[in-house]
């Protein structure tokens, strides 16, 4: 099954639990674009408090502890036996980091809406700001469903495997970082900005499209690959368009910030 949904195959599936993860870093609350209106039955999942712990050493947005991610999808109405479908407005990169997190914690049927709220209204279909009754999901969370790396195993892949840098080129290369305390990347990471996953319209590349993409990075058959972003957000795309390909990869969830927050680690520039 694609991990992905059109519009037209989410309207006439019925039955799925659908949340909005509309999120940008340092943006508008997404609970805010959610009141202005949603999908039909959607309900709002906050990134940084359902989907990762709190921000410290292991990064800017950790994995959460399996009874609190738990907790936080059982009372967003999750059920184990239940698809789940998730959208953001911002191209899938918040959505995948949901689709990636409960996949992680077990759930076997979840899908990303495919270009998101805006392929919903371009659809023609609607929009309601009515907030739904919910009733509360029997999730249970088991960790390891996806690969994970720490900072010595994102280490060794770029060393021995294929270790790539979802962000910005100019943050790959060090010009810039808004964000955390040191510029650069991974010794031995490669770059592949996760905008490049999607077109114009903020839908995925076709699988043919996504193979050579990453190919050019050297992403081979048979190769081990790994991915990291600032905090573990956006890598989860990149992890999701590299299952569009057809290529397994693991996720370094504490990224560029955790790798930042050790002063003795490396860091590369250029």
């Not at 290369?173 to 996953?197: C, K, M, S």
């Not at 993409?213 to 905090?231: I, K, L, M, T």
């Not at 368009?241 to 370094?252: I, K, Q, R, S, T």
Request: glycine content about 12%; some cysteine; proline content about 9%.
């Amino acid at each position: 099954m694609s991990p992905l949904i059109t519009p037209a195959e989410l309207a006439a599936l019925g039955g799925a639990t659908v949340l909005d993860v509309r999120w940008l870093l340092g943006g508008p609350p997404g609970v805010e674009l959610y009141r202005e209106g949603h999908l039909p039955g959607a309900v709002f999942c906050d990134l940084n408090a359902d989907l990762a712990a709190p921000p410290g050493p292991a990064g800017r947005h950790p994995l959460p502890e399996a009874g609190d991610f738990q907790r936080a999808m059982r009372r967003l109405g999750v059920s184990g036996g239940r698809p789940v479908v998730v959208y953001d407005d911002n191209a899938s990169m918040a959505a995948a980091r949901a689709w990636w997190a409960l996949r992680y914690f077990g759930h076997r049927d979840v899908r990303v809406l495919d270009g998101g709220l805006a392929a919903w209204r371009q659809a023609g279909l609607p929009v309601v700001k009515d907030v739904p009754d919910v009733v509360e999901g029997d999730f249970t969370a088991r960790p390891g469903g996806m690969p994970v790396l720490d900072a010595d195993e994102a280490a060794a892949l770029a060393r021995e495997g294929v270790l790539i840098d979802a962000r910005a080129a100019e943050r790959y290369r060090g010009e810039v970082e808004p964000i955390d305390p040191v510029a650069g990347h991974v010794p031995g990471a490669v770059n592949a900005p996760t905008t490049g996953n999607v077109g114009p319209d903020g839908r995925f590349l076709d699988p043919e499209e996504l193979r050579a993409r990453f190919a050019a990075v050297g992403v081979a058959e048979g190769a081990r690959v790994g991915a990291y972003c600032g905090s573990g957000v956006t890598a989860a795309h990149e992890v999701l368009a590299l299952e569009l390909a057809g290529v397994p990869a693991a996720l370094y969830v504490g990224s560029w910030s955790n790798w930042t927050a050790d002063p003795s680690r490396p860091v590369a520039t250029g």
